[in-house]
T-cell receptor
Framework: GDSVTQMEGPVTLSEEAFLTINCTYT??????LFWYVQYPGEGLQLLLK?????DKGSNKGFEATYRKETTSFHLEKGSVQVSDSAVYFC??????????FGKGTTLSVSS | GAVVSQHPSWVICKSGTSVKIECRSL??????MFWYRQFPKQSLMLMAT?????????EQGVEKDKFLINHASLTLSTLTVTSAHPEDSSFYIC????????????FGPGTRLLVL
């Protein structure tokens, strides 16, 4: 079945470091891809999305490009802040279904 | 942007009682709503999917008689945990989707349930 695999965390970085969180997927057809962020004790917030191959989603300095050839949607940010500390979920969507989530990657940024 | 609210945000109850959690889409009509359960430091586990006016579709292993879901309107869904037990203690998150287009789901802030 369809699935999403994220890199194991936690990821620990210093402020202003470069961030990459890897995400790969397995799916038939042409899914849409998402990154959600969850701050402690809260629900999930949509961070960015891409609906077709080669699309780049971006928001708040985060970017991810939908790569069909490598079935990947890696999340990147050039300079992380302490406030970016959270759990990040990669997810895919196919019509008529609920989102399928990866296991989440915890990011911890220290000053 | 699209906002989903949940109420209550925290609930503590005695074992054997029932608890109702409300999920509302505040600025859009949600044709489909989803209920998830999340254990500490884990991903979200989909419990059920509901379409307005229809019976909910439950995921395998989720007891439909224990977790009653009602989606009576395009802006409101409720989850009732019946005869709650300590093992039902968890973080419950609802999500709403306006249509089947890009599939974007908007999430509520979650409800933390503690059953004593």
């Amino acid at each position: 079945g369809d699935s999403v695999t994220q890199m194991e965390g936690p990821v620990t970085l210093s402020e202003e470091a470069f961030l990459t969180i890897n995400c790969t997927y397995t799916a038939t057809g042409y899914p849409s891809l998402f990154w959600y962020v969850q701050y402690p004790g809260e629900g999930l917030q949509l961070l960015l999305k891409a609906t077709k191959a080669d699309d780049k989603g971006s928001n708040k300095g985060f970017e991810a490009t939908y790569r069909k050839e490598t079935t990947s949607f890696h999340l990147e940010k050039g300079s992380v802040q302490v406030s970016d500390s959270a759990v990040y979920f990669c997810a895919l969507y196919k019509a008529g279904t609920a989102l399928i989530f990866g296991k989440g990657t915890t990011l911890s940024v220290s000053s | 942007g699209a906002v989903v609210s949940q109420h209550p945000s925290w609930v503590i109850c005695k074992s054997g009682t029932s608890v109702k959690i409300e999920c509302r889409s505040l600025d859009f009509q949600a044709t489909t709503m989803f209920w998830y359960r999340q254990f500490p430091k884990q991903s979200l586990m989909l419990m059920a999917t509901s379409n307005e006016g229809s019976k909910a579709t439950y995921e395998q292993g989720v007891e439909k008689d224990k977790f009653l879901i009602n989606h009576a309107s395009l802006t409101l869904s409720t989850l009732t945990v019946t005869s709650a037990h300590p093992e039902d203690s968890s973080f419950y998150i609802c999500s709403a989707r306006a249509g089947t287009g890009s599939g974007t789901q908007y999430f509520g802030p979650g409800t933390r349930l503690l059953v004593l």
